[in-house]
């Protein structure tokens, strides 16, 4: 069976734009960027003398958990 040229191109086109998309959701640029500066932040807060009524050590763990969450969802889009 052959394919007419518009209905070859649309397809082309569809095929394109698909591989677009996985390449973007699994990429995550912008994912991996904050988990460096997420990483970054922590190591400033750990730096930080312990004198904050528990608030440092609170604002730790918080970070803890938005790196988890990153990475959770880089592995939702299917990056790294």
Do not use: C, W
């Not at 996985?22 to 730096?47: D, N, V, W």
Request: no cysteine; proline share 4%; charged share 15%.
């Amino acid at each position: 069976m052959k394919m007419s040229f518009p209905r070859a191109a649309l397809a082309g086109a569809v095929i394109a734009t698909s591989a677009g998309i996985g390449y973007a959701l699994a990429a995550q640029p912008h994912m991996t960027a904050t988990i460096g500066k997420l990483r970054s932040a922590r190591a400033e807060l750990a730096s930080a003398t312990p004198n904050k009524g528990g608030h440092r050590e609170r604002a730790l763990a918080l970070i803890d958990q938005a790196i988890g969450e990153v990475q959770a969802g880089i592995a939702f889009a299917g990056g790294r």
